[in-house]
């Protein structure tokens, strides 16, 4: 008889983690059903907000501020994302600099693009090194369902045909590379929703 409850027991047991699996699984699906643009890229730097102007884009602005032994400003990026354009997606950027008078705009950055876009004017002089300039750092790959986003600040240099930057110099590598974002994220069930009618600004960052 005792053989016959704990078997029972056991059972239960197993329906009971099987149905619990299938709960969280079903809640996680829920939630990415349901989820908006900007909480797909969350969470995002402390410095940054996320909005969403119209139906299925997503706009991130960032006022990021440098305090570092050789690179003291403030820049601001402005990242205008259509994850689900049909011909791929695309973004493009403006990036804004208040002590040298810097707007630079960078448009249409189409899916599988990867490239450094100098800032005219912007640079970081290292003494006994060179001066890197610093670039807008960009990668697009992939589709909605696993689209991977890098965009953030860089500084390099070419000296004797080799490259430096800010990552191998003591002192910067602190504060650069910064990346707004960096990662894969998916928009499959955003763009296959047709419920983003209205604005929405997400001042509050979501926190892991």
């Known amino acids: 008889m005792r053989a016959i409850s704990f078997t029972l027991l056991l059972v239960y047991l197993k329906l009971f983690v099987t149905d619990a699996r299938l709960s969280v699984s079903s809640l996680h699906q829920h939630l990415l059903k349901n989820s908006t643009p900007c909480e797909v890229l969350q969470p995002l730097p402390e410095e940054c907000i996320c909005s969403e102007p119209r139906p299925l884009g997503v706009v991130v602005q960032c006022l990021k501020t440098f305090n570092g032994t050789y690179f003291n400003d403030t820049i601001g990026i402005k990242m205008d994302l259509d994850p689900c354009d049909p011909s791929g997606s695309s973004m493009s950027l403006d990036i804004t600099e208040k002590n040298h008078n810097i707007?630079?705009?960078i448009e249409q950055i189409k899916a599988n693009d990867e490239k450094n876009y100098p800032i005219?004017?912007?640079?970081?002089a290292v003494?006994?090194?060179t001066a890197l300039g610093v670039d807008v750092a960009?990668?697009?790959?992939?589709?909605?369902?696993?689209l991977t986003l890098q965009v953030g600040l860089n500084a390099c240099a070419s000296v004797h045909?080799?490259?430096i930057c800010a990552s191998s110099i003591p002192g910067l590598d602190l504060v650069l590379p910064w990346w707004m974002l960096k990662g894969t994220y998916s928009?499959?069930?955003?763009?296959?929703s047709s419920r983003f009618d209205e604005p929405r600004v997400y001042t509050e960052i979501m926190r892991e």
């Open 138 to 146: 960009v990668l697009v790959s992939g589709n909605p369902d696993e």
């Open 103 to 105: 707007s630079f705009p």
């Open 187 to 192: 928009f499959g069930n955003v763009c296959n």
């Open 161 to 163: 045909t080799k490259e």
């Open 120 to 124: 005219p004017g912007l640079s970081i």
């Open 127 to 129: 003494p006994g090194v």
